[in-house]
Each structure stands twice: as C-alpha cells, then as structure tokens.
T-cell receptor, first 116, second 113 residues
Framework: AQTVTQSQPEMSVQEAETVTLSCTYD???????LFWYKQPPSRQMILVIR??????QNATENRFSVNFQKAAKSFSLKISDSQLGDAAMYFC?????????????FGQGTILTVHP | EAQVTQNPRYLITVTGKKLTVTCSQN?????MSWYRQDPGLGLRQIYY???????DKGDVPEGYKVSRKEKRNFPLILESPSPNQTSLYFC????????????FGSGTRLTVV
C-alpha cells in the first residue's frame, strides 16, 4: 500500500515570511497525482495545489508552490508571503492513476501557525 | 452553489444503534468517497464510488457500508456503531478520475457512547 509521510507535526512562520512543509511518499507507480489540502479551524478541507507526476514543471498557485522531486519521492509545499489566514492544518495526499483512480491516501498532517 | 452536503453536522449515538450519514453533491460528479479523520492519523479513506452501483473499499472499510443508487447521493451506514468509530467524517466528490482532487463536505462529528 502507498504511504504518505509528513515528518513535521507542527511548523510556525512569521507573517510575510516563507515556510516550507515537507512530504514524502512511497510508491512503485509511474502515473500518479499529488495534492496539498488545507484544513482551517472551520474544519473545511480546501484543495490548495495539485501536481501530476508526469509533469516535470512544479505547480504554482499564487503564493503557493511545490518542489516536486520525483526520484526522491518528495513533494514539499512552499508558502510565500505568509498571511494570518494561512494558519491551518495542511495535508499532503497521493493518488495513483489507472485502475486506482479515486483512491486517495493522506499524510498525518502539519499544523501551521502564523505569528503576526 | 456547487457543493457537497452532508448531514448531520454533529451526532451522538449509543453503541449498536444503526445510523446513516447522508451525502449529496450537485456537481454531477462521478466519483464520491468517504473519509474519517482521527488525530495523528490524518484522513483515511473508508469507501469510494466510481459511479452509480460501483463502489470499492478504501483503507478502513470494516464496520461501514455504502450504497450508490443515484449519482448525487452516497450515504454512509454504520449498522452497529462502536466507540472506536467515534471520529470526524468527510464526504467528498470529484469529476471523472478524481485526478483533479476531491471537493469535500463540511464534515460530520460522530460520537458513539
């Protein structure tokens, strides 16, 4: 079974600074997708960014970008110009392609605190 | 508004009393899924459905049942709840292939005493 590991239970950052959240995954597949989800105190799960494994270019969504290292099976999330509203639990997630579409595996989560 | 609606938001029940958590989506999505969230474990997939009448087990299906008789609805059934099923439950849906990520409902906090 695929596993997703987030080794940082908690991280903190000063407002306007940059922070990077780590994620590693284990797979033997070549076709897969990676995601970062944000869960604020409202507990709503919000998709932040996604990456397709066959694309070498790192995904970017406004202040959020990823560092996708396929050989190392690493998928970190960089948040630039951090804002108070970025404070949340962040989950990394993996989904294989092909016959495994729909089966999403999450990491344990990283709590991000943003200090004013 | 495009959304996934699950009910109830909070539920306290007793061991062994059958319950159903409803989930409905208005986006005509093919894929739907149920997750449970527990501290330190992240979200774990219970069941998922690729379309009407097509379902498959996730990582933690024991003690749960699902059905997909209509495209928009995907209820989660606990026929004999036990305290270890106390958790936060999420329903989610996605277009074909789920490769674009799931859209999640607001969650159901279930307590089994």
């Amino acid at each position: 079974a695929q596993t997703v590991t987030q080794s940082q239970p908690e991280m903190s950052v000063q407002e306007a600074e940059t922070v990077t959240l780590s994620c590693t995954y284990d797979t033997s597949e070549s076709d897969y997708y990676l995601f970062w989800y944000k869960q604020p105190p409202s507990r709503q799960m919000i998709l932040v960014i996604r990456q397709e494994a066959y694309k070498q270019q790192n995904a970017t969504e406004n202040r959020f970008s990823v560092n996708f290292q396929k050989a190392a099976k690493s998928f970190s999330l960089k948040i630039s110009d951090s804002q108070l509203g970025d404070a949340a639990m962040y989950f990394c997630a993996y989904m294989a392609g092909g016959t495994s579409y729909g089966k999403l595996t999450f990491g344990q989560g990283t709590i991000l605190t943003v200090h004013p | 508004e495009a959304q996934v609606t699950q009910n109830p938001r909070y539920l306290i029940t007793v061991t062994g009393k059958k319950l159903t958590v409803t989930c409905s989506q208005n986006m005509n999505h093919e894929y739907m899924s149920w997750y449970r969230q527990d501290p330190g474990l992240g979200l774990r997939q219970i069941y998922y459905s690729m379309n009407v009448e097509v379902t498959d087990k996730g990582d933690v299906p024991e003690g749960y049942k699902v059905s997909r008789k209509e495209k928009r609805n995907f209820p989660l059934i606990l026929e004999s709840p036990s305290p270890n099923q106390t958790s936060l439950y999420f329903c989610a849906s996605s277009p074909q292939g789920a490769r674009y990520g799931y859209t999640f409902g607001s969650g159901t906090r279930l307590t089994v005493v």
